[in-house]
Every structure is written in C-alpha cells, then in structure tokens.
T-cell receptor
Framework: DAGVTQSPTHLIKTRGQQVTLRCSPISGHKSVSWYQQVLGQGPQFIFQYYEKEERGRGNFPDRFSARQFPNYSSELNVNALLLGDSALYLC??????????FGSGTRLTVV | DQQVKQNSPSLSVQEGRISILNCDYTNSMFDYFLWYKKYPAEGPTFLISISSIKDKNEDGRFTVFLNKSAKHLSLHIVPSQPGDSAVYFCAASLSFGNEKLTFGTGTRLTIIP
C-alpha cells in the first residue's frame, strides 16, 4: 500500500515568490493535515481538511492557504515567501481511527 | 507558549538497557497523547499512543506511562536496540481523532552498541 506521498521532495524559492506543495493521502483516508517543522523544533500544525472542508487552522498568517480535492489529495500554498518560511512541510493523513500517518515531507528553502 | 515540552534534547543509552524519554504538558485539556519517531529525511512514524483514561499502554518493547496529575508522560523502550536511534517527539491532542497535534521539540536518542 502506498503511504502518504508528498511532492516535490525539495524546493528552492526566492523571497517574495509563491509555492505550492502537494500531498496524496493513503487510499481511503479522507482527512489531511499540514505541519511546518523548522530546524530544531517539533512540527507545528498549519491546517486540517476533511471532505474538502477546512476543519482546523493553526497560528499561521493568511499567506498560508490550502485546499482539498474530491480525490482527497491536498495542496498547501504559501504566498510572498519569507526567509523564515524555510522548513520541512509535512502532510499527514488519517482514516479517523486516531492514527495519523505522515509523509516524508517537502524541504522548502527560501533564499 | 510551549504547551508540550521535552526538556532533554538528547539521550544516550547502552544497547540492551532501558531508554526513558520524558514529556511534560501544560494544557490540562489535552486528552490523547502520542509518541512519534523520526529518522532524518523521513516523516515522523507513529509509535504508540495513550488516552487520558489510562495510565499505561504497552506495545512490544514500547510502553507509555501517563501521570495526569503531574501532566507528565514517558516512553520506555526495553531493551534498546541500535535501530531505535532517532529523534522522538511527544504529541498531544484535545481528543482522540482530533487531528490538531501539538508537538514537543523532540529528544534525540542514541543507542550505543
């Protein structure tokens, strides 16, 4: 069974640019969550989507947005990139039984 | 405001011995706790969880203990193996199935052969 897949694995962007990160959940999982992990810190919750509806939002600016598609895949968009947005972005999917499976992440570097 | 704290950034343990990783939390509304293990260049992997109605949960070599009055939980790994070397994160949520997890900053565990 394929796990949670994220693309791309690595990305370099310039300050002020926009970026889109993608996530495909485990087959049958309807919930997707996004986390940001800055070096030396634990992952921080950004968004949760369930059945295409936003179910939760963390303490992130409006430059961060996300959506979920009918096939339950998801995109995370970040506008007007800042150096501080450099991080590992993790996607997790859940089938609702309390188990959250993470992807390997997208490493974003903003220069 | 760090609601979940792992005060030991690193821990070294001899192979075969017990590893004990600790985690403290401040939000008394947290109801469900999880431990994740993370290798470099991989996402966190779920290890074990515990609901606040229990004080212990065991799965093979891994046991999690919860002390609600002290707002403290710990992960015991017995016996420790070289493959256990990784960063361990404690996480908490307001309820089982609530997918907003609040993570600690992690503890790097090194198992010495």
């Amino acid at each position: 069974d394929a796990g949670v897949t994220q693309s791309p694995t690595h990305l370099i962007k310039t300050r002020g640019q926009q970026v889109t990160l993608r996530c495909s959940p485990i087959s049958g999982h309807k919930s997707v969550s996004w986390y940001q992990q800055v070096l030396g810190q634990g992952p921080q919750f950004i968004f949760q989507y369930y059945e295409k509806e936003e179910r939760g939002r963390g303490n992130f600016p409006d430059r961060f947005s996300a959506r979920q598609f009918p096939n339950y895949s998801s995109e995370l968009n970040v506008n007007a990139l800042l150096l501080g947005d450099s991080a590992l972005y993790l996607c997790a999917s859940s089938g609702g039984a309390g188990g959250y499976t993470f992807g390997s992440g997208t490493r974003l570097t903003v220069v | 405001d760090q609601q979940v704290k792992q005060n030991s950034p690193s821990l070294s343990v001899q192979e075969g011995r017990i590893s004990i990783l600790n985690c403290d939390y401040t939000n008394s509304m947290f109801d469900y706790f999880l431990w994740y293990k993370k290798y470099p260049a991989e996402g966190p992997t779920f290890l074990i969880s515990i609901s606040s109605i229990k004080d212990k949960n065991e799965d093979g070599r891994f046991t999690v203990f919860l002390n609600k009055s002290a707002k403290h939980l710990s992960l015991h790994i017995v016996p420790s193996q070289p493959g256990d070397s990784a960063v361990y994160f404690c996480a908490a949520s307001l309820s089982f199935g609530n997918e907003k997890l609040t993570f600690g900053t992690g503890t790097r565990l090194t198992i010495i052969p």
